[in-house]
Nanobody, 129 residues
Framework: QVQLVESGGGSVQAGGSLRLSCAAS????????????MAWFRQAPGKEREFVAGISRSGSGTGYADSVEGRFTISRDNAKNSVYLQMNSLKPEDTAVYYCAARRTSDYGTYYSDGMDYWGKGTLVTVSS
C-alpha cells in the first residue's frame, strides 16, 4: 500500500534545470508522512545507486552529496505528502534514474543517507552536452 511516485524527469541540456517531485500515497503512510525523513538517490548506467540529498521530518535538516552541493535543493511539503528536488546547472554526469526514498524516524531534525524503508520506482533524468 505504501507508494512513492516520482515525476518531473526528462531530457535537458547542460546548464538547464529540472524539478523532481515525489508524492507519497497509501493510507497509513499518507497519514504519517511527517514521521518520515525523505531522500533522493540516483543510479547512473553501470554504476551503483548513490545518495543525492536528504531532508529531515520537519524539513529543518538537509544534506547533500558533494557532487550536487550548491546546485540541487531538496524540500518537502508535509501538507501535500510530497518531497521535491530542484536541480539547477545540470551536468551530463547528473544523468541517472532518480529515486525517492523514505525512512521512518522519531528524530525531527536528522536527515538520512541510508537505511531507507520505502523506495519509489524512479524517474529518468538525461542531461546532454
Amino acid at each position: 500500500q505504501v507508494q512513492l511516485v516520482e515525476s518531473g524527469g526528462g531530457s535537458v541540456q547542460a546548464g538547464g534545470s529540472l524539478r523532481l517531485s515525489c508524492a507519497a500515497s497509501g493510507w497509513t503512510f499518507a497519514r504519517t508522512f511527517s514521521n518520515y525523513a525523505m531522500a533522493w538517490f540516483r543510479q547512473a548506467p553501470g554504476k551503483e545507486r548513490e545518495f543525492v540529498a536528504g531532508i529531515s521530518r520537519s524539513g529543518s535538516g538537509t544534506g547533500y552529496a558533494d557532487s550536487v552541493e550548491g546546485r540541487f535543493t531538496i524540500s518537502r511539503d508535509n501538507a501535500k505528502n510530497s518531497v521535491y528536488l530542484q536541480m539547477n546547472s545540470l551536468k551530463p554526469e547528473d544523468t541517472a534514474v532518480y529515486y525517492c526514498a523514505a525512512r521512518r524516524t522519531s528524530d525531527y531534525g536528522t536527515y538520512y543517507s541510508d537505511g531507507m524503508d520505502y523506495w519509489g520506482k524512479g524517474t529518468l533524468v538525461t542531461v546532454s552536452s
